[in-house]
Nanobody, 122 residues
């Protein structure tokens, strides 16, 4: 069993930055994934990092602005978000326990955090 707790969300102006954290407990030898869900929209993939940390993948909409990282000594995953835009406004969720091959779809993940709100004002 894995428990995930996100933190770091908040209100920021367009062009600003935020860093989200995902503290994990339990069996953490897995991909970290970040997803987001805006009101009235489906949950969408943002980024994932492999168990080794050597490979990362991003949604086109955040490529070049967001950076995913992990610190296994702290059992924590991170999502550094720069150059934020109003369309980045959403609840952000971290996930672990990917059982699929690509780890870019929400149904591939077994464990989820409660989410943290990110609001970007224009």
């Amino acid at each position: 069993q894995v428990q995930l707790v996100e933190s770091g969300g908040g209100l920021v102006q367009a062009g600003g930055s935020l860093r989200l954290s995902c503290a994990a407990s339990g069996r953490t030898a897995s991909n970290y994934g970040w997803f987001r869900q805006a009101p009235g929209k489906e949950r969408e993939f943002v980024a994932t990092i492999t168990r080794s940390g050597r490979s990362t993948f991003y949604a086109d909409s955040v490529e070049g602005r967001f950076t995913i990282a992990r610190d296994d000594a702290k059992n924590t995953g991170y999502l550094q978000m720069n150059s934020l835009k109003p369309e980045d406004t959403a609840v952000y969720y971290c996930a672990m326990g990917c059982l699929g091959s690509g780890c870019r779809k929400s149904h591939e993940y077994a464990y989820w955090g409660q989410g943290t709100q990110v609001t970007v004002s224009s």
